[in-house]
C-alpha cells in the first residue's frame, strides 16, 4: 500500500516524519520539497490526530472511502 506521510527536512537535510509510519522492511521513498515553511500545530491538535488516526487507518475505512479513488 502506498502512504503519503507529512514531512519537515532542516536545513542539514535532517528528515523528521510529522506522524508515525508502520511498516515492514525496507522500502523506498520519494520526497518532495514544497517552497513553503510547515505549518505548527498546537499540541492538542497533534494529541487528536494521534486519537483519530487509530480509526482513520483501519482497512475498513480504506474499503469504505475506495469508491472515491
Keep these: 500500500m502506498k502512504q503519503t506521510v507529512e514531512a519537515i527536512i ?5 528528515i523528521r516524519l510529522v506522524e508515525p509510519v508502520d511498516i515492514k522492511g525496507v522500502h523506498r521513498a ?3 520539497i514544497l517552497d513553503e ?3 505548527e500545530m498546537d499540541e492538542t491538535t497533534q ?3 494521534k486519537s ?7 482497512p475498513e475505512e480504506d ?5 472515491l479513488q
Design 10 to 14: 532542516d536545513e542539514q537535510g535532517r
Design 30 to 32: 520519494l520526497v518532495t
Design 37 to 39: 515553511p510547515p505549518v
Design 47 to 49: 494529541l487528536a490526530e
Design 52 to 58: 483519530l488516526a487509530e480509526d482513520w487507518l483501519r
Design 63 to 67: 474499503e469504505a472511502w475506495s469508491h
